[in-house]
């Protein structure tokens, strides 16, 4: 039986005997006293206890469940079992909830391994064979097919290669690399079938290492410590102390057995979890996956902020950014064209040039004689006119550019942007630009972090310097780290993490090391399950930035619900024992007392449940 099992039988067994008991008494039933009864009900919950309280403190950790084992202890030596069973019921009861409230989500590599290479295509004096990634050793040449992932890293033999390495760097728009160019495992072959020959084997290679990084710094994370043990070293002897005193000036235990049942914590054990769920269900609602109470904790006390770029701060996309036209011509002509050039095409630009035209209510043809130049263009004929999209040295070979187009080129010559160029029977007519544009609600995140407290925010990103600083500009972040690689981006984290409780905010796979190894890693994972959101503790599920900002507020706001519930409770479990110090209330009505104070600290813990922004409405009225 496993631990939240074993609690959940404990409360089960401790509610039975304190309804049998009572029945017992009640109705006068003759099968044992309702003593022996509560006492059987009590005894596992303390046997329980005991070992967990050995275990911890065999560790170093002390916590003030050791308060709870006291009091029930006590009341069974002093012949007090109702108030022992209701201190077991509300101790165990106490522990389900924080069990339900953690609801530790298991972090696998699932995601990682799934989509690991698994095979490669080796050339030899047979011809081309198949084999296990792992059979792969250096110096072997591998054929790579169109739209196959990279098994190992090598060096391209042939002329060149289209590579998508959105996985790896994070980088949305397929790479063009040349013969002697390094190449890494993971990233996709975009282009043509070319040749490589492996310069590591796969377990020395790019994606494998990002595998590793993955579950190290998952292993490395401290667990979560609740709430209540920090209160332990002050709560613990201060009760027993204030127990002794009144055991002493009275000279009746049973005095001292009251002032520690009313002590036992359970505002500490009940207040934390209690809100924690009641955060984690609001930051669901919100389109806001928090994998558990730990994860919620520490988000509260972040301070500084670090994003990826692609797919985080930016769309993460090939977005229409500008149509240069040639004289004469408008947009929507050659839009048109293009885009029912396009329906013919599988690259990465077509769905998104055939969605801006349908977007423009733009009526598409059915193309014809469509040839397409993998990673390069297409051609063919649409409404018997000829359409050329592609490149520049596909469509214009050799040729100027003419003076209407020179402006554009110059304009992006130094930017991270695709452009297609686009000829109608012969003639350019229009160049589209493409690149990776900024969220709408980017700005507005970053100031809303600011406002709530964020005094660091920083870009960290494996594409262009030039491009990274172009967004952040726009945006006024504090820092930006470019091109930087998977292992960059973890040292980043860890140098920043040694400052101030850092949250880390990606998306792809590239960026998993660095969430796992963070305060906090927030995924953005609205566009299916990948390893970034295996590895974050929280996750966005909705395609927008603005959630990180309110999840940050969620948190503050549970925690600070949680702190709050804590202090009333033991500003009201103090008074408490000292009524009972003072001879006013008996073991039974203090474990009833303590009860009523549990509700008191459990229905202000709920208020997590909402949203808090209305709690005070203009007219002071709660909402």
């Known amino acids: 039986m496993n631990e939240s099992a074993l609690r959940r039988a404990l409360l089960i067994i401790a509610v039975l005997g304190l309804a049998l008991g009572l029945g017992v008494w009640r109705y006068g039933i003759d099968i044992a006293s309702p003593d022996t009864i509560w006492t059987a009900a009590t005894l596992p919950v303390v046997a329980a206890l005991a070992i967990s309280i050995l275990r911890d403190f065999w560790i ?4 003030v469940d050791a308060i709870a084992l006291v009091s029930m202890s006590a009341a069974l030596l002093l012949g007090q079992a109702l108030a022992a069973v209701v201190v077991a019921i509300m101790y165990a009861g106490g522990t389900v909830l924080e069990d339900l409230a953690r609801g530790r989500a298991e972090r696998n590599l699932r995601a990682l391994t799934d989509r690991a290479p698994r095979v490669a295509h080796r050339k030899s004096a047979h011809g081309t064979e198949t084999v296990a990634v792992d059979q792969v050793a250096v110096g072997d040449e591998l054929l790579v097919r169109a739209g196959e992932l990279l098994p190992v890293d090598g060096i391209l033999i042939d002329a060149s290669a289209l590579l998508d390495e959105s996985t790896v760097t994070g980088e ?16 996709v072959n975009a282009g043509e079938a070319f040749v490589m020959r492996a310069s590591a084997v796969a377990d020395k290679s790019t994606y494998a290492a990002i595998v590793r990084m993955v579950a190290a710094a998952q292993t490395a994370k401290a667990p979560f410590i609740r709430i209540a043990d920090r209160f332990a070293l002050l709560l613990l002897p201060a009760t027993l102390l204030i127990a002794g005193i009144a055991w002493y000036l009275s000279d009746d235990p049973i005095r001292a057995l009251a002032v520690l049942v009313v002590a036992t914590p359970c505002p500490l054990i009940l207040a934390a979890p209690v809100a924690f769920i009641g955060g984690v269900s609001r930051a669901a609602r919100a389109g806001i996956l928090m994998k558990g109470s730990a994860a919620l904790e520490a988000l509260a006390q972040i301070r500084t902020a670090i994003f990826d770029k ?15 036209v040639a004289p004469g011509q408008g947009t929507d002509g050659p839009l048109r064209l293009l885009a029912s050039l396009e329906q013919a095409s599988h690259h990465v630009l077509a769905d998104s040039i055939v969605r801006i035209a349908r977007h423009g209510n733009l009526l598409l043809s059915q193309p014809c004689d ?17 359409v050329v999209a592609g490149s520049r040295p596909l469509v214009l070979g ?39 544009a900024i969220r709408e609600d980017a700005l507005g995140t970053v100031e809303a972090l600011r406002s ?14 030039a491009a990274a600083e ?13 091109d930087a690689t998977p292992a960059d981006k973890v040292g980043t984290v860890e140098a920043e993490k040694a400052t101030a409780p850092t949250m880390m905010v990606g998306d792809g796979i590239n960026d998993a090391p660095a969430l796992a190894a963070a305060t906090v890693g927030v995924a953005m994972g609205a566009r299916g399950g990948t390893a970034s959101s295996e590895a974050a503790d929280v996750v966005v599920l909705t395609d927008r930035l603005q959630p990180v900002a309110e999840a940050l507020r969620i948190a503050r706001r549970t925690r600070g619900i949680a702190l709050q519930s804590i202090i009333v409770g033991l500003a009201l479990s103090g008074a408490a024992m000292i009524a009972a110090a003072m001879g006013h209330i008996t073991p039974v009505a203090g474990a009833l007392l ?10 202000n813990a709920l208020r997590a449940l909402g949203d808090g922004r209305l709690e005070h409405s203009p007219t002071g009225r709660r909402s």
């Not at 170093?60 to 916590?63: D, L």
């Not at 172009?470 to 470019?482: E, G, I, P, Q, R």
């Not at 303590?594 to 229905?603: C, L, P, S, Y």
């Open 60 to 63: 170093g950790r002390i916590g």
């Open 172 to 187: 949305p728009l397929p790479e063009r690399r040349g013969a002697g160019d390094a190449l890494r495992s993971g990233t």
């Open 310 to 324: 692609t797919g985080t701060l930016t769309l993460g996309g090939a977005e229409l950014i500008e149509i240069d």
């Open 370 to 386: 469509v040839r397409e130049h993998r990673g390069e263009g297409l051609e063919g004929q649409v409404d018997g006119i000829s």
């Open 398 to 436: 050799n040729g100027p550019l003419p003076n209407w187009a020179e402006s554009g080129e110059s304009r992006y010559r130094d930017t991270q942007v695709l452009r297609v160029f686009v000829t109608i029977d012969g003639r350019l007519a229009a160049v589209f630009t493409f690149g990776d």
């Open 452 to 465: 709530a407290g964020i005094t660091r925010i920083v870009m960290l990103t494996g594409d262009d310097g």
């Open 470 to 482: 172009k967004v952040s500009a726009s945006l006024h972040l504090d820092a930006v780290f470019a």
């Open 594 to 603: 303590q009860e009523g104070i549990d509700v008191a600290v459990i229905v």
